[in-house]
């Protein structure tokens, strides 16, 4: 066991909890305890939009993607950088002005039906778990790397870190952490481009050339196709990066923590530079990994390539690059299961217990108890379902996340914002119909049966693609045209109030 590691993951421990135990004394509302109060500033908010989105998914699983697969690893960054222009264009403004805590919120400013609101907080739920088992798998498996210890025991660690922050200090301290995380990531990926860089002399072209021999697939590690050999399988898979971001509740909630939607803007505006650099740097990560690396000691650290970006922090910066680099992933990891776990617990405790169940009969106490209550309900569920997903790339499960939030949640936020004749009937079925066809397909994927035993069960696949997008995001906006056309509801007044709201932020 390294003491340099162990010195580092003390530290980051340490000024994350000092950071909770601060906020913790600031949260004394639900407000507070959902969105900060909604006192962010751009920079703060885009700090933490980036600390949020740069996941165990980015960070661990595209670094050992584009280390193992080359080109096909790529296809994360591309996805995941994109999405943030759909986000900026056609959500960020809209979402903030409609909305106050939750999805929910927004979805039901026009809608005011107990059941679009129990059925986005069940979609919001859904995907936010999705989420968490790929944290919570890299997690384990870094720990489990780094200490030697079982990886049950991993990611039980991770999971009682990850509650402490949401239950004493919602989202101003989750914030903060993601905004430390943030910072100290793009410092670690920085210094390792410099130094992956510095063996190829600073010669990008001469880098690209030598990686053309640098790992057993030769020249076809530089071309498509080495991982994803079916072409409607690959245009499947960025159809749910590019477009699930725009539907991930705990990437929406930050829209949340500012006082408008300039600020909003602005900060979606700050997040995608820092993620635009980040994804860039992601090539040096995977090209350094293959050619300082290897293939084979990244497949006998983790199967799915996972432990990549520290294995390559030790090659070429010794154990203090190493220690800094895996305190920084465990951080990473830290900072993002604390906003899933919060994005859960709110759309229990805010939308299905305050609002449905209890009809907004609620007072403040008792929805932050609810709220605490859920935080633990959610991180239990969230523990038990990574322990069966160790041999799964995090970068994958992230990608079923963003295929169900693509398929359930973004065609009736598009639909509410943009479509006057959208109606209750048309979101319940549309969000209903996204929700339950990804999960089923997913179900019968080949990432879940497989006769091989790579998978989670033994079986034979029933549908042929990895990730169901293809189908379910527009089975998503089917569903809503058919449902709002079949009813006969419709209030244009309404949409023309949400309309007003959208774009001005009037509020009465």
């Known amino acids: 066991m390294n003491g340099t590691v162990i010195t580092f993951f003390l530290l980051i421990v340490a ?11 600031k949260t004394t509302s639900t407000g507070e305890f959902y969105t900060a109060g ?11 939009i980036a600390g949020d989105y740069l996941s165990a998914a980015s960070f661990l699983g595209i670094a050992g ?12 960054s591309i996805g995941f950088l994109i999405a943030y222009l759909v986000v900026m264009f056609l959500v960020a403004e809209p979402l903030r002005n409609l909305g106050r805590y939750t999805l929910a919120d927004m979805i039901n400013s026009r809608f005011d039906a107990r059941k679009v609101r129990g059925t986005a907080a069940l979609s919001t739920i859904v995907i936010s778990i999705f989420y968490m088992i790929a944290q919570l798998v890299g ?12 990886y049950v ?7 009682v870190m990850m509650t402490i922050y949401v239950l004493f200090g919602g989202m101003t301290a989750t914030s903060w952490v993601q905004i430390v995380k943030a910072v100290l990531l793009m410092i670690g990926m920085v210094i390792i481009a410099f130094l992956v860089l510095l063996k190829y002399n600073f010669n990008i072209a001469f880098m690209f050339t030598e990686m053309k021999s640098a790992t057993s697939h030769g020249v076809a590690y530089l071309q498509p196709g080495l991982k994803y050999t079916n072409p409607l399988g690959t245009i499947s898979l960025m159809i749910a990066l590019v477009f699930g971001t725009a539907g991930l509740p705990h990437i929406l909630m930050r829209f949340f923590t500012v006082k408008d939607a300039k600020t909003a803007r602005s900060s979606v505006v700050t997040a995608t530079w820092i993620i635009g650099v980040f994804y860039i740097l992601t090539i040096f990560l995977g090209f350094g990994a293959a050619a300082f690396v290897g293939e084979q000691t990244i497949i006998a650290a983790n199967p799915a390539g996972n432990m990549a970006a520290p294995l390559l922090a030790e090659a070429l910066g010794g154990d203090i690059l190493f220690a800094f680099v895996s305190a920084v992933s465990f951080a990473t990891i830290l900072a993002v299961v604390a906003g899933l776990v919060l994005a859960g617990a709110s759309a229990f405790a805010h939308d299905i217990y305050g ?10 106490r008792q929805q932050m108890l609810a709220a605490r209550y859920a935080s633990i309900g959610v991180a239990i569920f969230s523990i038990i379902l990574a322990l069966f997903a160790q041999k799964m790339n ?17 065609p009736v936020i598009l639909y509410t914002i943009y479509w006057k004749r959208f109606n209750t009937s048309g979101a319940v079925t549309g969000m209903l119909t996204g929700l339950i066809t ?41 569903g809503g045209l058919i449902g709002t056309i079949l009813s006969k509801e419709y209030n244009e007044q309404k949409f023309a109030e949400v309309k007003v709201k959208a774009t001005t932020g009037y509020r009465e």
Not at 356 to 362: A, R, S, T
Request: proline share 4%; net charge neutral.
């Open 65 to 76: 993607a584009i280390a193992l697969f080359g080109f096909d690893g790529f296809f994360y």
């Open 394 to 410: 995090v970068a994958f499960l992230v990608s079923l996340a963003f295929c169900t939030a693509a398929s359930a949640n973004l």
């Open 38 to 48: 909604g006192g962010l500033t751009g920079w703060q908010n885009g700090l933490a």
């Open 438 to 478: 990804s999960l089923v397909l997913v179900a019968v994927s080949p990432n879940v049966l497989a006769p091989d035993g790579s998978a989670i069960f033994i079986g034979h696949a029933l549908f042929p693609l990895e990730n169901p997008a293809i189908i379910s995001v527009p089975l998503g906006f089917l």
């Open 153 to 159: 025991y991993a990611v039980l660690i991770v999971g």
């Open 139 to 150: 997690s384990g498996a870094l720990i489990q790397l780094l200490f030697g210890i079982n």
């Open 355 to 364: 609002q449905v169940i209890k009809k907004g009969q609620i007072s403040d």
């Open 15 to 25: 000024l994350t909890l000092y950071i909770t135990y601060w906020a913790a004394k």
